[in-house]
């Protein structure tokens, strides 16, 4: 391409927050790999103080889904590779980093659709979202059916739903602790259950059933596990 204009290869762009996440994912281990995947993972959207402006939103309620443009902030600093292993092929296959949806981009930008359920003055509350706590927005966009849904469209590597089989259980010190919160968190056990269907193990542990304790944080929960062969067992929840 001649004559590039700003910017130019090599230079650098800048590009403030429009918004942050509140997200019940405090950590990256156990976020599903893509949004919708689990339903029950409800974010609010709070705007910067220079777009926290009504009309900046006004129509948005009229559109059930969003576009998130985001910083993958918590790894932005590890720079990237040409090459990526993707945890949907086991995690022993390397793609092009253009051929995956890894957070390890020379821009460490994501981009994730999410449901819009509620609209607030400054606020959205969205739902099935795959985004850490604190992520920054770049932007927000309306899903436009039309146009993004594409009927006949091929996913290469991931072409379908992953679907682990995975069954969870509570045990009776996890069912009290959900029975004590289930007015402030009338979603958390619908979310503990979606996050463990996906098996957040990383893929070389799949295959050893190894009845080691796993830990996740959801909101401020501290969720422990134990897997065998496909019962997901939650053991605490404090
Ligand atoms: N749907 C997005 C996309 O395609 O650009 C994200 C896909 S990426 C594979 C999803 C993973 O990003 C999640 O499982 C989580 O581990 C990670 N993630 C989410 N928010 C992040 C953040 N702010 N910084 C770094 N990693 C993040």
């Known amino acids: 391409m001649s004559n590039p204009t700003f910017p130019a290869p090599g230079e650098t762009l800048s590009l403030s927050p429009i918004a ?5 994912y405090r950590q990256k281990f156990a976020i599903p790999r893509q949004p919708g995947l689990v339903k029950s ?6 705007f910067t103080e220079a777009y926290a402006h009504p ?5 948005i309620e009229d559109f059930s889904h969003l576009w998130l443009t985001f ?6 600093a590890q720079g990237w590779k040409p090459l990526v292993r993707p945890p949907r092929l086991g995690g022993n296959q390397r793609k092009g980093v253009f051929a995956t949806r890894s957070t390890f981009r020379p821009n460490p930008i994501g981009l994730s659709v ?5 609209v607030g003055d400054t606020t959205l509350v969205v739902a099935g979202l795959d985004l850490l706590h604190g992520t920054p927005i770049l932007d927000i966009k309306p899903y436009l059916p039309y146009s993004d849904s594409i009927a006949d469209a091929r996913g290469g590597y991931a072409d379908a739903r992953p679907n682990t089989g995975m ?3 509570f045990s009776a010190a996890a069912e009290a602790v959900l029975a004590q919160h289930t ?4 979603q958390l ?3 503990i259950t979606e996050v463990l269907q996906q098996d957040p193990r990383p893929g070389y542990q799949r295959e050893q059933n190894w009845q080691k304790e796993y830990g996740m944080h959801l909101y401020d929960f501290n969720i422990k596990w134990r897997v065998e062969d496909n019962l997901n067992q939650v053991i605490s929840i404090s």
């Open 189 to 191: 056990r619908a979310l």
């Open 20 to 24: 942050y996440v509140e997200s019940p």
């Open 114 to 118: 999410v449901e819009l359920l509620e």
């Open 71 to 76: 910083m993958f902030h918590e790894t932005a």
């Open 55 to 59: 009309d900046c939103l006004r129509g």
């Open 41 to 46: 993972a409800r974010g609010v959207i709070h």
């Open 183 to 186: 007015e402030q968190y009338p």
């Open 167 to 169: 069954q969870v259980q």
